[in-house]
């Protein structure tokens, strides 16, 4: 007779002292059924600070396990339980990195917003057995404007860098285009 192995519950997989910070559903292995990448994170109390604010934050830093789906339960594919920050650092004169996690078409995307700053993209793939990264994307943005966009694509071994020529080109002033045979008001 054979055994079916159901893997094991979410919980499992959680290390003791951290709790489920958020959770992801999507398909990872290209099996056709949903897996689960869980956001931990750490509870440790000498990580509850006052900032610079006066207020009380909490710095522990952020995980990150992935699980495949296996009959009604999971196997760990991936686990770091402390590669993120904690969504309460400091950013000096501006808010620290928004994390973002997207799974899209197969892949699980590590998207950092830095608000007018910008952004920065990992993008990861089942590959083989394990989770490869297979991309890099990021924009370097002053305000409104773009400096410069990268994008690495690891498996084609390709990078494209577009840069801004005039960065600062009417940053200052507002620039109106008139169509052909028309009157400015």
């Given at each position: ?61 952020r995980g ?39 799974l899209e ?39 409104p404007i ?40």
């Amino acid at each position: 007779e054979k055994v079916v192995d159901n893997g094991k519950p979410k919980k499992d997989f959680i290390p003791k002292g951290f709790v489920v910070y958020s959770e992801y559903f999507g398909d990872l292995n290209q099996d056709g059924i949903d897996d689960c990448v869980l956001i931990i994170k750490d509870t440790k109390p000498e990580n509850i600070v006052t900032n610079r604010f006066e207020t009380e934050v909490d710095r522990n830093r952020r995980g990150i396990v992935v699980l495949f789906k296996k009959g009604n339960g999971y196997e760990l594919a991936v686990k770091n339980y402390n590669c993120f920050s904690s969504e309460n650092e400091d950013g000096g004169v501006y808010f620290p990195p928004d994390l973002d996690i997207r799974l899209e078409k197969g892949n699980l995307i590590l998207h950092y917003a830095h608000g007018r700053y910008g952004y920065w993209a990992y993008t990861f793939r089942h590959q083989i057995h394990d989770l490869e990264l297979i991309g890099y994307d990021a924009s370097d943005n002053f305000g409104p404007i773009t400096e410069r966009l990268i994008s690495i694509n690891f498996l084609t071994k390709k990078k494209l860098v577009k840069t801004n020529l005039n960065p600062q080109e009417g940053i200052d002033e507002e620039v109106r285009r008139i169509p052909d045979g028309q009157k400015q008001s």
